[in-house]
């Protein structure tokens, strides 16, 4: 578990390096010098460039996972792995991108009266995606070799950097809007380039491909798992943008506009989840493909246990500052729509980054072609929720369609793993965080009532008061949460963490 800690916990701080550049892009710049419009632009761009990737990678990602133990060899490069997971892409990007030309015309149809702009720019996805398949092609690579902290950086710091310059020079008039989308497709080719320069500075990939290495089993086995994952990836792939199209289609980019910025504050959530499963999913598939269920079902425990913490924690924060927030925030009366969307979304992934790694188990299994039925109910009941219940409730129609169909499947799909498998991401400890979690928001209720408006109007009951309340109030109630989880030694890694930064225990 070190390196799985290690890795993380590095993982993880470049991810909320990340986070305080997208911060600042998102709510300091975005909502003050753009337009709900030009936002909406954005986010449908990337969404729908992250669905053709997703498409065109044909599953090489998770094929790549648990393939891999089978190449695994240092002194042979793992025999020409590499060049397999540059070329099945490849194939896949050719064949979608040739569907996006048929179903053009049906695109067009679909949001032409209420998102035109969208439709201007929409050949622009192409590129876009294209370099975003390959970014994350050579990620997983460096996953493979146990080494995430330079991919993570370039994919959650160098991307957002770049895109902050873009929008940037859109905002101050040196480029206009054709070169501000032009610009975000180039971002991503610089990420890619980053990575493939990182990854042939490891001396480990390998161009040349070995035919003969792959035995008949392997390349049928292969073949197999590659169709599943293709036809599973065009049903699960739609799931992450889904809320997006119908939000578009159906109310106009203005409106996913605000959904954006909600949908960001929710994406926090499942920050610490990009780590841990970055980290785990190697460790998982070689115990799978060892057959080593006690191990695969402590990494499984483990990982969903961390990710509760941290995602509870990091969805707690968020919520009871909330409102102070809007206020904050440069037009904040235009957003504050988005105030429910974020708790719905945020609960949503607080559940599916907690759950996932269940998906894992069940990817590198001999079961995992039940995964596209499970797959295939989720898109089903989150397309019919997103139908019935945005013209309803709006935008928050499409948080409560997400967090439904996110319950139901889980639900499902856990059991299924259970009973198969018999690994489960459950433990007693997570009852530990959930009642931490109900401590916390009780005395949250209690300190807001009685306490805050006291402190407030000491400080003068301006902005200022408002800021230190909620700093005094949020570290406090950390503390506290950080206490019980401390005293409850449901984490030993945790533990050690806290130890360190309070000084119990000298850096060995």
Not at 58 to 82: E, Q
Not at 191 to 214: C, D
Not at 266 to 275: D, G, I
Request: aromatic share 14%; charged share 15%.
């Amino acid at each position: 578990m070190g390196i799985v800690v290690r890795q993380s916990i590095k993982g993880t701080l470049m991810n909320y390096i990340g986070v305080a550049v997208g911060f600042i892009t998102t709510f300091f710049v975005m909502t003050k010098y753009l337009t709900q419009e030009e936002i909406g632009l954005t986010r449908v761009m990337a969404d729908a460039a992250l669905l053709l990737s997703g498409l065109a990678a044909l599953g090489t990602n998770t094929s790549a996972m648990r393939y891999y133990p089978y190449f695994k060899d240092s002194d042979s490069r793992d025999h020409g792995f590499f060049g397999w997971t540059i070329i099945v892409p490849a194939i896949g990007f050719v064949v979608f991108t040739t569907l996006f030309f048929v179903f053009k015309d049906f695109i067009i149809n679909k949001f032409s009266n209420e998102s035109p702009l969208f439709v201007d720019y929409m050949y622009l996805v192409i590129p876009m995606a294209f370099f975003m398949m390959y970014m994350t092609v050579f990620e997983t690579n460096a996953n493979l070799l146990m080494r995430i902290v330079v991919p993570k950086f370039v994919r959650e710091v160098g991307v957002r950097l770049l895109t902050l310059g873009d929008y940037i020079l859109y905002i101050t008039g040196v480029i206009s809007l054709d070169g501000m989308v032009i610009g975000l497709c180039l971002v991503y080719l610089v990420a890619t380039l980053l990575n493939i320069i990182y990854l042939l500075s490891l001396s480990r990939i390998s161009f040349k491909i070995e035919k003969g290495y792959v035995s008949k089993w392997l390349r049928k086995d292969f073949l197999f798992y590659t169709l599943f994952l293709t036809v599973a990836a065009v049903v699960g792939n739609i799931i992450p943008s889904l809320n997006t199209f119908f939000i578009s289609a159906k109310m106009g980019l203005a409106i996913t506009g605000i959904y954006t910025i909600a949908a960001y504050m929710a994406n926090l959530v499942e920050m610490p989840y990009r780590s841990l499963s970055a980290i785990s999913r190697p460790i998982i598939s070689q115990s799978m493909k060892d057959n080593d269920t006690q191990r695969a079902s402590m990494m499984c425990k483990s990982v969903s246990l961390h990710q509760l913490i941290a995602g509870a924690l990091v969805f707690f924060i968020i919520w009871i500052n909330i409102d102070l927030f809007f206020e904050l925030l440069p037009n904040g009366d235009k957003y504050v729509d988005g105030k429910w969307v974020f708790f719905l979304l945020g609960l949503a992934k607080l559940v599916n980054s907690s759950l996932n790694i269940g998906v894992t188990v069940l990817s590198y299994s001999r079961w995992y072609y039940l995964q596209l039925v499970f797959t295939a109910i989720l898109t089903t009941i989150a397309i019919i929720l997103n139908n019935k219940l945005i013209p309803i409730l709006g935008m928050t129609g499409a948080a409560w369609s997400s967090i439904i169909s996110f319950s139901i499947y889980y639900l499902l799909l856990l059991s299924m793993i259970i009973w198969k498998t018999k690994i489960s991401p459950f433990s007693w400890k997570e009852l530990v965080v959930i009642g931490m979690m109900i401590v916390m928001f009780v005395l949250n209720w209690l300190s807001t009532r009685y306490v805050a408006g006291y402190i407030i109007s000491l400080l003068g009951d301006g902005m200022i008061g408002e800021i230190v309340e909620a700093v005094l109030r949020t570290v406090i109630l950390l503390v506290i949460g950080l206490t019980i989880i401390y005293l409850s030694k449901i984490s030993k890694e945790v533990n050690e963490i806290i130890e360190k930064l309070i000084g119990l225990k000298r850096n060995k």
